[in-house]
């Protein structure tokens, strides 16, 4: 149980153009689901904070029109990079937390796989 | 905002020796610890965590500790076998902070066989 999948795995894309990442959790209901981004032999940095049905909440310093976040569903949320740039190449990972389930609070975060981005 | 603080940044151990990986967090509201494990490539996963309310906890080769009074979390691997070989994270969150996680800066623990 608690499988968190990201698509694509990896994606080369040129200058100027648009990437989306997709975070969907496989086998569970969503409540919450962040975003981070790690650049090689660093730790993970929060970028946003999605709940479902509401805009994101992002971290300071993290452009919100550069990376738009769409959290449609309870199993599905998005990351688009927008006219990315080399300097936006990393390995973007996802996350998601249940939240509530039957009035008990269940603070665990499963990540998905990542998905390393390469911008020439 | 939480700062979480991650000692050693590498560690190297014989196989079968035990492996001490030690965390320190700013915030005395953070209450839920979790530890992940990251191999090359992949993302992070939960291998253990810990709750404000608990001590000690225990699975199987893995044991986490928390000190609340000095602001501190420990894991420790037992037996350690060369699988146990890649990068620890420590992560520490408040949860009226919509469960954020603060992580450390990783251990890199190479397991010799």
């Known amino acids: 149980g608690a499988v968190v999948s990201q698509h694509p795995s990896w994606v080369i894309c040129k200058s100027g153009t648009s990437v989306k990442i997709e975070c969907r959790s496989l086998?569970?209901?969503?409540?919450?689901m962040f975003w981070y981004r790690q650049f090689p032999k660093q730790s993970l940095m929060l970028m946003a904070t999605s709940n479902e049905g509401s805009k994101a909440t992002y971290e300071q310093g993290v452009e919100k029109d550069k990376f738009l976040i769409n959290h449609a569903s309870l199993t599905l949320s998005t990351l688009t990079v927008t006219s990315a740039h080399p300097e936006d190449s990393s390995f973007y990972i996802c996350?998601?937390?249940?939240?509530?389930?039957?009035?008990?609070?269940?603070?665990?975060?499963?990540f998905g796989p990542g998905t390393r981005l390469t911008v020439l | 905002g939480e700062n979480v603080e991650q000692h050693p940044s590498t560690l190297s151990v014989q196989e079968g020796d035990s492996a001490v990986i030690k965390c320190t967090y700013s915030?005395?509201?953070?209450?839920?610890f979790p530890w992940y494990k990251q191999e090359l490539g992949k993302g992070p996963q939960l291998i253990i965590d810990i709750r404000s309310n608990v001590g000690e906890k225990k699975d199987q080769r893995i044991a986490v500790t928390l000190n609340k009074t000095a602001k501190h979390f420990s894991l420790h691997i037992t037996e350690t076998q060369p699988e146990d070989s890649a990068v620890y994270f420590c992560?520490?969150?408040?949860?009226?902070?919509?469960?954020?996680?603060?992580f450390g800066g990783g251990t890199r623990v190479l397991v010799k066989p």
């Open positions: 086998d569970f209901q969503a409540t919450t």
């Open positions: 915030d005395s509201a953070s209450n839920y």
């Open positions: 992560a520490a969150s408040i949860g009226a902070a919509g469960n954020k996680l603060t």
């Open positions: 996350s998601a937390r249940v939240g509530f389930i039957g009035g008990q609070v269940y603070n665990e975060q499963f």
